[in-house]
């Protein structure tokens, strides 16, 4: 079971949107993120440099042929910060007597 912590700075919309692409997958190209979120290149470039520097993504940068690549993963801390942030989504949820997992 994942402790239930809010962390401001996952619950942004545009962050949450982030680390949410970013947890269903290992690496994600900028460009898939930027079109994902709808976001621009700065934008996007922002706020990965927030979370990277929170220690919650990883950027990696390369090239395929000449053209820069740019890629972004969850660390740990990320993943875990992320697990804990919806857990405590969860219990607020609840406390209003719902749920956010469908009906089955």
């Known amino acids: 079971m994942t402790d239930a912590r809010f962390d401001e700075l996952i ?3 545009t962050r ?5 692409l970013l947890a269903a997958s290992e690496w994600a190209e900028f460009k ?6 709808g976001l621009s ?3 996007l470039s922002k706020q990965l440099t927030t979370l ?4 919650y993504v990883e950027i990696r940068k ?3 042929g000449k053209r820069p690549r740019t890629s972004a993963a969850l660390t740990p801390a990320g993943r875990t910060a992320f697990a804990q942030h919806v857990a405590a ?3 607020i949820v609840a406390r209003a007597g ?3 997992l469908p009906r089955g």
């Not at 949450?16 to 949410?20: E, G, K, Q, S």
């Not at 990277?52 to 220690?55: F, K, Q, R, V």
């Open 11 to 13: 619950h942004a919309p």
């Open 16 to 20: 949450l949107a982030i680390v949410a």
């Open 32 to 37: 898939f993120i930027r079109d994902s979120a």
């Open 41 to 43: 290149d700065s934008a």
């Open 52 to 55: 990277e520097e929170a220690g």
């Open 62 to 64: 390369g090239f395929v």
């Open 89 to 91: 989504l969860e219990e």
């Open 98 to 100: 719902t749920t956010i």
